[in-house]
């Protein structure tokens, strides 16, 4: 072969070498996106092909392409990972361990993984069919996965997806998405200042605006003594002894543990047993009314919100000279077992305050030892402040008699009145 056949073999190669390593790289690229669910940090949930950079997350669901900036993704949960360490786990049980399984349902549910979790818990009543427990939060992950459902169908999507996607079903008489009356993202900053505690030290927190150093010089206190706390106590130093000012630029970027039990514990319950369409998810539940489907950040706080802030007057007497109808909060941080969150949810031979007659209904707990209902009160007593946080927000309470500032709704109005019947 002469030297220039040689030198035009060598340079084929080379060139067949190059595109080969380019198709590779193309293929590693593609093969690189792998099934996972990303959680933002306001609470947003997204399915579908992830692929990871040290700046942005993209994900491609069915085509369309959602890109994240790092900073604001809450968590990345891979399935295959999450599936394995699952069925080892299963598998390392004892055949008749059914507390075992129900363990390991919930902690497939902290993962948002509601299908392992259904698939624990089906084990464990195939062991031991009477067991309350594992019942309950069977009914828990149900209707968890409906929400998961509804937030999909109700999610954002291109043009194209969207004429696919019939319509969320909504209760007779619930409010549209579209005409609902929601907190602001201000208002939701609000809460997660006001219920923001020292333990929640992986809360992400953003300082704008240099407040830090502004607070600082206002306080003439070191740069490295302030720098060398938590940002969590940073933030709380600046909300509680800083100028008003001051709060609006401490931004709480992720959910406390009051909000995130609730989400976990207490608004599933309350959805699926409380706002059905016959009762408080729709204007036929007297004047008292969450928002369903509750599927966006927007809508848990709202619903968040009403719960703590409303209260309805009993048929007892205060006493005094003028007397008067007692009042009792749904949520009372100062006697957590009088709160009627708990009552209601108790039947009327065992509760201190009857729910209303309501034709069907006797409670959603049989007892005061039942798991969920201990759940509800450890969030009561043990995560939420004791002492209820003055908001400030200004959002009317439908029917409440301590809602907050009168003033114009956070968005448009709701069309469908809320009635007065005097039900809770």
């Not at 209760?171 to 006001?194: H, K, S, V």
């Not at 992400?204 to 706390?229: G, T």
């Not at 970027?253 to 319950?269: C, E, F, G, H, K």
Request: hydrophobic residues 35%; charged residues 20%.
């Amino acid at each position: 072969m002469t030297q220039s056949r040689r030198q035009q073999f060598r340079l084929g190669t080379f060139a067949v070498t190059c595109g080969l390593l380019v198709i590779a790289l193309v293929f590693c690229s593609v093969a690189g996106a792998k099934p996972a669910v990303v959680t933002t940090r306001d609470g947003q949930r997204f399915e579908g092909d992830v692929t990871e950079s040290d700046t942005e997350v993209v994900i491609d669901i069915r085509g369309v392409k959602t890109v994240i900036p790092r900073a604001n993704v809450g968590a990345i949960t891979y399935p295959e990972a999450f599936e394995k360490q699952f069925r080892d786990r299963l598998a390392a049980l004892d055949p008749i361990d059914v507390k075992g399984r129900i363990e390991l349902a919930r902690w497939a549910m902290d993962q948002q993984q509601y299908n392992a979790a259904r698939h624990a818990l089906d084990s464990a009543l195939a062991i031991d069919p009477n067991n309350r427990e594992a019942y309950d939060l069977q009914n828990l992950v149900r209707g968890q996965q409906r929400l998961q459902q509804q937030g999909r169908a109700g999610a954002a999507t291109a043009p194209a997806a969207r004429t696919e996607t019939a319509p969320v079903p909504l209760p007779p008489g619930a409010i549209p998405p579209g005409e609902r009356r929601l907190l602001t993202n201000d208002d939701i900053n609000i809460i997660r200042q006001r219920e923001l505690k020292p333990s929640d030290a992986g809360v992400a927190i953003r300082f704008d605006h240099d407040v830090k150093n502004r607070f600082i010089k206002s306080k003439n206190i070191q740069l490295s003594q302030f720098n060398s706390l938590k940002p969590v106590d940073q933030a709380l130093q600046i909300l509680t002894e800083g100028d008003p000012s001051m709060r609006q630029d401490v931004k709480v970027m992720s959910d406390p543990r009051a909000i995130t039990d609730y989400q976990r514990v207490v608004q599933p319950l309350v959805i699926n047993n409380c706002a059905t369409g016959n009762c408080h998810g729709s204007n036929r539940g007297g004047n008292f009314m969450i928002y369903v489907p509750a599927d966006n950040a927007n809508v848990t706080y709202t619903n968040f919100y009403i719960l703590n802030k409303y209260a309805k007057k009993m048929g007892e007497t205060t006493g005094g000279v003028f007397g008067g109808a007692a009042e009792r909060r749904l949520i009372d941080r100062g006697q957590p077992n009088s709160s009627l969150l708990l009552q209601y949810s108790l039947p009327a031979n065992v509760s201190d305050y009857d729910h209303p007659k309501v034709t069907g209904y006797d409670g959603v707990f049989r007892t005061k030892k039942d798991v969920n209902y201990q759940r509800i009160e450890t969030w009561i007593t043990q995560v939420l402040t004791p002492v209820p946080p003055d908001y400030g927000i200004r959002y009317d309470i439908p029917g409440s008699t301590t809602s907050g500032p009168a003033s114009a709704p956070a968005t448009a109005p709701a069309s469908a009145p809320v009635s007065q019947s005097g039900r809770r």
